[in-house]
């Protein structure tokens, strides 16, 4: 369980993020949810209620992250749950999008974990996000394969480097949430007939999938240093 522990949760206000936020409250947690979007904040106070306390932040300003972390005081774990997942083809992508790719999903976590790391309590945890296409390339995802086995990287020295602090990662496969709410239904929903037809698990992931995965590196105080992969089987095939 995880009565009377305090878990901040970056990128909480909707998808994996708000589903973890409510499961840790289901688990007699507290949370800390943060966002960039003030109005995505109210919305998920208003899912999670009184045990969740929000906060808006853009993780790619340092300053803002470490006095964030100034603010909020000790807490027993952190999750940052980064869902950019931008892409497109290598020769035809610019690369001022493929920095803020960086900004966005590796910057953002290296700030959290830096200044957040001297907040988390001596036997609590830190837990990142990378993603399957640094384990399973696919055209059109060169930057965020880039991204993501930067990420996965991180977690593992940092696991080393924080101890007793445990670290961790989540690398999820491809997810059935909010982020990708741009596309057009009908597209969306054939992306992921075609995929569910393809992977092991035959069908493609969800919220819950990926927030029981956050919640077993939080609550297994022997694991550390390890990427989960919640994905389907996906590298498993072609």
């Known amino acids: 369980m995880l009565r009377n522990r305090k878990i ?4 909480g206000s909707s998808g994996i993020g708000l589903e973890t936020a409510r499961q840790t409250i289901e688990l007699g947690g507290d949370v800390i949810v943060v966002s960039r979007s003030e109005q995505k904040l109210r919305q998920a106070k208003e899912i999670l209620g009184s045990k ?3 906060y808006a932040l853009d993780t790619t300003d340092e300053r803002q992250v470490k006095d964030f972390f100034g603010t909020v005081g000790r807490f ?12 497109g083809s290598f020769l035809d992508t610019d690369a001022a999008q493929a920095r803020q790719l960086f900004d966005n999903k590796f910057w953002g976590q290296y700030y959290a974990a830096k200044h957040g790391a001297p907040n988390v309590i001596g036997n609590g945890s830190i837990t990142l996000f990378s993603g399957v ?20 990287n991180l977690g593992r020295t940092l696991a080393l480097e924080l ?3 445990r670290v961790n990662v989540v ?17 969306r929903n054939s992306l992921y007939e075609t995929i569910a037809d393809k992977l092991p698990a035959k069908r493609v992931g969800n919220a819950e ?6 919640l077993y590196l939080i609550r297994n105080g022997f694991v550390t ?9 996906h590298p498993l095939v072609c």
């Open 8 to 11: 901040v949760i970056i990128g």
């Open 52 to 54: 969740a306390v929000t």
């Open 76 to 87: 027993d774990h952190l999750v940052v749950s980064a869902a950019e997942t931008s892409g």
């Open 133 to 152: 296409v640094a384990y399973k390339p696919m055209v059109g995802s060169a930057a965020l394969g880039a991204v993501n086995a930067a990420v996965s």
């Open 163 to 165: 101890a007793p602090i």
């Open 171 to 187: 690398s999820p496969g491809i997810i059935d949430t909010p982020a990708r709410s741009r596309m057009a239904e009908e597209a």
């Open 209 to 214: 999938d990926v927030a029981q995965g956050v």
């Open 225 to 233: 240093g390890t990427v989960l992969h919640v994905d389907g089987g």
